[in-house]
């Protein structure tokens, strides 16, 4: 039950801010917007360094592995990955009017829902990660700490879900048509958590490599869509505060509980 709870707090995150459809009259003022992008990337970054990364470092030492080398080969490939996953989906960013992926013909509210659907996938991943980590009991991973970037990936996935809800209100879709598709792009990360659970929580040795794998999964989100957004035009420093609030708030959670 606590397995349960745990993959399905980063979901309930997405549906209360894919709620705010309800709640807000207009399109996100772009200054709440670039302070909510910078905060999902603080939160993002911090999670990739103290719930994955520095974990993958310390099972590796445990298990006589050279300590950066699942690091660094996980890292760069779950970066690989998503590469190759945003060059095959086709999907479209927020404010973009040119598609990414191979062409198709899919409507344009359905590739800016796969846009976040993308972002997902690593979040789900991380937490899936961690979760089987806590299962196999002597991997040095702790339910505590794996609750704390459930809980992390929860505070910044509430931004998001509104991120993506307001703008497809602003296209012309009804209110609870833009609220279920905001929910819908967040249900990839409990699927891809039990996934990962499934997959992983029998073979512990490669815990440390699927840690950091997840870990540059999400930075390349981060790198490549969150902080460009965030920083892109005016106001760019109201991004930079909700990044250093996200970081802080992502780190003190996995200190505090991991």
């Known amino acids: 039950m606590e397995v349960f709870w745990g993959l399905a707090i980063p979901f309930i995150g997405t549906t209360f801010g ?3 459809v309800f709640f807000m009259k207009n399109k996100m ?31 590796a030492e445990e298990q006589k592995i050279v300590a950066w ?5 996980g890292l760069l490939l779950g970066i690989l990955f998503l590469l190759v996953l945003d060059s095959i989906i086709p999907h479209l960013h927020l404010k973009s009017s040119e598609p990414e992926g191979i062409k198709s013909k899919l409507k344009k509210t ?4 796969l846009a976040v659907t993308l972002h997902n996938i690593p979040e789900g991943m991380a937490v899936g990660v961690l979760f089987a980590g806590a299962l196999a009991q002597n991997s040095g991973v702790t339910m505590a700490g794996a609750f704390a970037l459930a809980i992390g990936i929860a505070i910044q996935n509430f931004p998001e879900g509104a991120i993506i809800s307001m703008p497809l209100k602003s296209e012309g879709i009804s209110k609870p048509k833009a609220f279920w598709y905001g929910t819908l792009s967040g249900i990839v990360e409990p699927i891809g958590a039990v996934i990962t659970i499934l997959l992983t929580s029998a073979i512990v040795r490669v815990l440390p490599y699927l840690l950091s794998f997840a870990a540059g999964a999400m930075m390349y ?22 990044f250093a609030i996200g970081f802080a708030i992502m780190m003190v959670l996995d200190v505090a509980l991991g």
């Not at 917007?33 to 520095?54: H, P």
């Not at 080398?69 to 080969?73: D, K, S």
């Not at 359905?110 to 829902?113: E, L, W």
């Open 29 to 59: 003022n772009s200054k709440v917007e670039k302070t909510l992008l910078g905060f999902a990337s603080g939160v993002m970054v911090a999670a990739s360094v103290w719930s994955l990364l520095i974990p993958s470092i310390e099972m």
């Open 69 to 73: 080398v699942p690091a660094v080969i």
């Open 221 to 242: 989100v981060v790198v490549e869509e969150l902080i460009p957004e965030s920083q892109n035009g005016e106001h760019s420093n109201l991004g930079t505060i909700g």
């Open 18 to 20: 894919a709620a705010m």
């Open 110 to 113: 359905t590739m800016m829902v």
